[in-house]
Nanobody
Framework: QVQLVESGGGSVQAGGSLRLSCAASGVTFRSYCMGWFRQAPGKGREGVATINTDGSTTYADSVKGRFTITQDNAKNTLHLQMNSLKPEDTAMYYC???????????????WGQGTQVTVSS
């Protein structure tokens, strides 16, 4: 059974940093594409960053240079390091997994419950 549990969210001031974690069980990073997505109140879900089974990564233009997605294979944990945070980064952040990146980007696959990030100006 696949389970994704996010942690690390919180409230920070603009310019600050947070590191999100997603503890994954029932998946192996060799076989599953992983991603971070976010949804702000009244807005649609947005892809933030993905990491493919070959280790290649993609980022939304809005977070390039500020966010970094990594995975700890030994601990089966996905991370999102977020630096230089802006108020517009405020959202619920979700971890997701699917064997196919195309499915992941369509919102399919397995999803966690989310962790809230709030950035104040």
């Amino acid at each position: 059974q696949v389970q994704l549990v996010e942690s690390g969210g919180g409230s920070v001031q603009a310019g600050g940093s947070l590191r999100l974690s997603c503890a994954a069980s029932g998946v192996t990073f060799r076989s599953y594409c992983m991603g971070w997505f976010r949804q702000a109140p009244g807005k649609g879900r947005e892809g933030v960053a993905t990491i493919n089974t070959d280790g290649s990564t993609t980022y939304a233009d809005s977070v390039k240079g500020r966010f970094t997605i990594t995975q700890d294979n030994a601990k089966n944990t996905l991370h999102l390091q977020m630096n230089s945070l802006k108020p517009e980064d405020t959202a619920m952040y979700y971890c997701a997994a699917d064997p196919l990146l195309s499915r992941l980007l369509r919102g399919l696959g397995y999803w966690g419950q989310g962790t809230q990030v709030t950035v104040s100006s």
